[in-house]
């Protein structure tokens, strides 16, 4: 069974830092994309960022040059690293998973991603 678990959230004031850290676990496919998602409080799910299988990474204009997603193949991690951070990036931050051969591995899409964790809080006060 597949799991997906985020920790590194938390408060911080604006122009702060903030590294999360998702631990991947359960699956057995080389093919891995994966990503981020967040949710701010009264809004919908918005796409952050993913990386590919053979690590290209692509971000929402809202956070490009100050958000970078990392990988550590080999414990299973995916990092997202948030710099200069701002109110407007307060939201439960998720990370996503897919393994499926074939599918997109585009951020934008809540569906190019089958598995879900359960969220970390990223507060940031002005």
């Known amino acids: 069974q597949v799991r997906l678990e985020e920790s590194g959230g938390g408060s911080v004031q604006a122009g702060g830092s903030l590294k999360l850290s998702c631990v991947i676990s359960?699956?057995?496919?080389?093919?891995?994309?994966l990503g981020w998602f967040r949710q701010a409080p009264g809004k919908g799910r918005e796409g952050v960022g993913s990386?590919?299988?053979?690590?290209?990474?692509t971000y929402d204009d809202s956070v490009k040059g100050r958000f970078t997603i990392s990988q550590d193949t080999f414990k299973s991690v995916v990092y997202l690293e948030m710099d200069n951070l701002k109110p407007d990036d307060t939201a439960m931050y998720y990370c996503?998973?897919?393994?499926?051969?074939?599918?997109?591995?585009?951020?934008?899409?809540?569906?190019?991603?089958?598995?879900w964790g359960q969220g970390t809080q990223v507060i940031v006060s002005s």
């Open positions: 359960g699956y057995d496919s080389q093919r891995n994309c």
């Open positions: 990386i590919a299988p053979f690590g290209m990474t």
């Open positions: 996503v998973a897919d393994f499926r051969a074939g599918h997109s591995c585009f951020y934008y899409y809540a569906r190019n991603f089958e598995y």
